[in-house]
């Protein structure tokens, strides 16, 4: 079957660095993206890796090991705006997106 | 550009009805595929249209449905509601072969 597994809290302060990991297993994979939900809105999405290695987009990176099949976000400088959930998706054999339950994000002052 | 537009917002059902809801994806995109979310649920898989064919389906009865049309516009069918159907539901679409999916605000359905 397919699955992807993800922690469903996580609280941080403000400033601080945050890692969200996501384990994966599925049929086929073409790679791992990450998404950002604000309460009441809709994902957006943050980045995607196809190959292993770090991916930087300012203050996120995102960072895959495909043998592992494990990939993980890293939010730096963490600001309150920063507090929403956050999932990963895969992308697999049948070009499907599949989607992680989601790890909610709590930034503290 | 315009972006995932999906109609309605909010939409309240009594059990046993069934309902349509509609996503017109950007322009250009032909791939749109729905979600459902419930609280806890993250986003599950329901469909997946391309030049209107249905191309990969989820863990749904066949309660769900669904259908694209030649402008690519979506709509998804639930029928004989229950109370368990109640949950926002997504459309996104992208481009073939894109890894970007833009999502649409969804429907917030209620089954009363």
């Known amino acids: 079957g397919q699955s992807l597994e993800q922690p469903s809290e996580v609280t941080a302060v403000e400033g601080a660095i945050v890692q969200i990991n996501c384990t994966y297993q599925?049929?086929?994979?073409?790679?791992l993206s990450w998404y950002q939900q604000h309460d009441g809105g809709a994902p957006t999405f943050l980045s995607y890796n196809a190959l292993d290695g770090l991916e930087e987009t300012g203050r996120f990176s995102s960072f895959l090991s495909r043998s592992d099949s494990y990939g993980y976000l890293l939010l730096q400088e963490l600001q309150m705006k920063d507090s929403a959930s956050y999932f990963c998706a895969v992308r697999d054999a049948g070009n499907d997106m599949r989607f992680g339950a989601g790890t909610r994000l709590t930034v503290k002052p | 550009k315009a972006g995932v537009t999906q109609t309605p917002r909010y939409l309240i059902k009594t059990r046993g009805q069934q309902v349509t809801l509609s996503c017109s994806p950007i322009?250009?995109?032909?791939?749109v595929s729905w979600y459902q979310q419930t609280p806890g649920q993250g986003l599950q898989f329901l469909f997946e249209y391309f030049s209107e064919t249905q191309r990969n389906k989820g863990n749904f009865p066949g309660r769900f449905s669904g259908r694209q049309f030649s402008n690519s516009r979506s709509e998804m069918n639930v029928s004989t509601l229950e109370l368990g159907d109640s949950a926002l539901y997504l459309c996104?679409?992208?481009?073939?072969?894109?890894?970007?999916?833009?999502f649409g605000q969804g429907t917030r359905l209620t089954v009363v």
């Open positions: 996104a679409s992208s481009r073939e072969g894109n890894t970007e999916a833009f």
């Open positions: 322009s250009g995109h032909r791939s």
């Open positions: 599925t049929s086929g994979f073409y790679g």
